[in-house]
């Protein structure tokens, strides 16, 4: 059984369909890879997996479970968890009392209501500690947010939705903005998450994901147009006239290192 489903999901805004009858697995323990042109609808799609949308047709299914009409909230409950294009932090707050909430709401959710009271104080901090070393950020815990550089509020961000302990683990552009060496700390990080969290990421720079993945979608105006295993994905010729506007295809590693991450930069 699939982890997470979509069955025909369709969102209109006005006149405009931006999602377009989208039928999406995503299975357990997988690393899939969501690319496509500026606008083709893949955030609408993390919308409406994670409920900040209503679709206006379709369904979705986690863990067996239609959450079509569930709230954002009960979805992070059920563990679907996600970040955001451009990184969501509570810049006026130190580094550490980022993870506060997110920490409460598992400890809430993991543990009896008594043994929540009489532990949480202690445990918060010593749970902020443990999430920040996981991000190598320890020692920013007492910084003011605003402070740190934009990579480091990445990974604060994928803290925070490590510390509420996901299963499905949906990753909105994590390296937009960021510096090559950024990408290669942010990278390594998701690295050791592979495997063990289910992950969808969203990227633009296929170089940067095509060995990280094991699976490979491409959006086209609202439409999945092509899914399979990366190199065979980014040989179709659908793909390649999605981004190229012709019927050509490229040898991979040049549209993975190249050519495509050019295409796509072009659009985006
Ligand atoms: N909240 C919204 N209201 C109206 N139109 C939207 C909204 N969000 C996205 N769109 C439109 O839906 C289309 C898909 O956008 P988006 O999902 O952000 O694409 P992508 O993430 O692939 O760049 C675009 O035409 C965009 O203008
Ligand atoms: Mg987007």
Redesign the pocket.
């Known amino acids: 059984m699939s982890l997470l489903t979509t069955n025909g999901l369709v ?1 209109h ?2 006149g ?1 369909t ?2 377009n009858d989208v039928n999406l697995s995503i299975e357990e323990n997988e690393t899939l890879g969501i690319i ?12 409406l997996l994670t409920g900040f ?1 209503l679709p206006s047709s379709g369904k979705v299914t986690f863990q067996g479970r239609d959450i079509t009409r569930l709230s954002p909230e009960r979805r992070v409950s059920m563990g679907m968890v996600r970040t955001f ?1 451009l990184v969501s932090v509570f810049n006026s707050l130190k580094v550490w009392e980022n993870l506060v909430p997110c920490i409460t709401w598992s400890n809430k959710l993991n543990q009896s209501f008594w043994k929540f009271l009489t532990s949480s104080a202690y445990n918060t901090w010593d749970s902020a500690k443990e999430i920040l070393e996981l991000v190598e950020l320890e020692g920013y815990a007492q910084v003011v947010t605003a402070e740190l550089s934009y990579g480091d509020r990445r990974l604060l961000e994928i803290a925070l939705s490590l510390s509420l302990k996901p299963k499905l683990l949906l990753l ?2 994590p390296f937009s903005g960021l510096s090559d060496v950024e990408i290669t700390k942010v990278l390594s990080l998701l690295k050791t998450l592979k495997g063990k969290v289910t992950i969808a990421i ?1 990227e633009h720079k296929i170089s940067a994901i095509v060995d990280f993945i094991d699976r490979l979608s491409v ?1 086209n105006e ?1 439409h999945i147009i092509c899914e399979g295993g990366p190199s065979e994905v980014l040989r179709d010729s659908l793909v390649n006239e999605c981004y190229w506007g012709k019927e050509e295809t490229f040898e991979v590693e040049r549209q993975s290192e190249t050519s495509f991450d050019r295409a796509q930069n072009s659009s ?1």
């Open positions: 969102k805004f006005g405009l931006a999602v496509g042109p500026n606008g083709s609808g893949k955030t609408t799609l993390f919308n949308f294009q909105d552009e969203i959006m609202g985006f």
